[in-house]
C-alpha cells in the first residue's frame, strides 16, 4: 500500500511535502510536516494541509488537496480540488467533476491554492481561511478594501515604508506618518484615509488570531493611500 505524502505551508512561509504529524497530547500545539528532502519536521499552518491525489496535472506537477485548477475541459472553469465521499473531485462554481470517471490529471493545469490565491475562487473558501493566511498585522492595521478584500499593513525593515498587502497575495508599497496620543486606550488604533477623508478605526485585541476588529471603509480604494494614526 502506498502512503501519499501531504502538503502544508510552513509557518516560516514556505510550502513542505511529506508526512503528516498531527498534533495530539504530546505535541498539543501544531500540526506538522516531515519533509520528503530533509526528514526535518516543519510546523505548518492547520488550514493549508492537503493530501496528494497521486495525480499530476498536464505539466507534470503534483495535484495536491487544496488546488486550484483550470478545468481544461471546460471553458474558463476554475476548481478546487477536494476529498469528498472517498475520493478526489474538482469542485467548480457550478458543477462538481470526479477525478477517477470524469476527468483525469492531464485534464486539468494548477493555478494556485486556496491557501495563498483564495481569491481566484472565493465562493470556495470561507472568510476564516483568508484571515488565517494573513500576515500578521503591525500596529493593528487591518482592514478591507472597498472591493471587500482582507488587507494588513506591514512595516519594512529599517524604512519609512509601508507594504499592504492584500489576501491573494499582492501589495503596494507606502509611508504612514504615525502620531499617537498617550492617552488614548492601549487597544484603540485610529486610521485616516487622507484621500477619502474618512475615518477607518481599527480594535486591536491581543492577537492577530484572535483579534476583533472594527472599521469603516475609504469610499475610494486603498491603493497609495497615505495612512495617518492619531
Request: hydrophobic share 35%.
Amino acid at each position: 500500500m502506498t502512503i501519499r505524502p501531504y502538503r502544508g505551508k510552513s509557518l516560516n512561509g514556505f510550502w513542505v511535502e511529506g508526512m503528516l504529524v498531527l498534533k495530539d497530547e504530546y505535541a498539543p500545539n501544531i500540526h506538522a510536516i516531515i519533509s520528503q528532502k530533509s526528514s526535518f519536521a516543519y510546523p505548518v499552518h492547520e488550514e493549508s494541509i492537503g493530501q496528494y491525489t497521486g495525480l499530476t496535472d498536464v505539466n507534470g506537477t503534483n495535484i495536491y488537496e487544496g488546488d486550484i485548477v483550470d478545468i481544461l475541459t471546460e471553458n474558463d472553469e476554475y476548481g478546487v480540488v477536494t476529498y469528498e465521499d472517498g475520493g478526489f473531485v474538482v469542485k467548480a462554481s457550478t458543477f462538481v467533476v470526479d477525478f477517477m470517471s470524469n476527468i483525469n490529471g492531464k485534464d486539468v493545469e494548477i493555478i494556485g491554492n486556496v491557501f495563498d490565491n483564495p481569491r481566484l475562487v472565493p465562493s470556495a473558501v470561507d472568510e476564516s481561511l483568508l484571515r488565517a493566511q494573513m500576515p500578521e498585522p503591525q500596529n493593528g492595521w487591518f482592514g478591507k478594501t472597498s472591493d471587500d478584500q482582507w488587507f494588513v499593513i506591514i512595516r519594512q525593515p529599517n524604512s519609512d515604508e509601508y507594504l499592504m498587502v492584500y489576501e491573494d497575495g499582492g501589495y503596494d508599497v507606502g509611508t504612514v506618518s504615525e502620531v499617537f496620543d498617550e492617552s488614548e486606550h492601549d487597544f484603540n488604533r485610529y486610521g485616516e484615509c487622507i484621500d477619502g477623508n474618512k475615518i477607518i478605526r481599527l480594535i486591536n485585541t491581543i492577537s492577530f488570531g484572535h483579534a476583533k476588529y472594527i472599521y469603516e471603509e475609504c469610499p475610494s480604494d486603498y491603493k497609495d493611500v497615505i495612512w495617518q494614526r492619531r
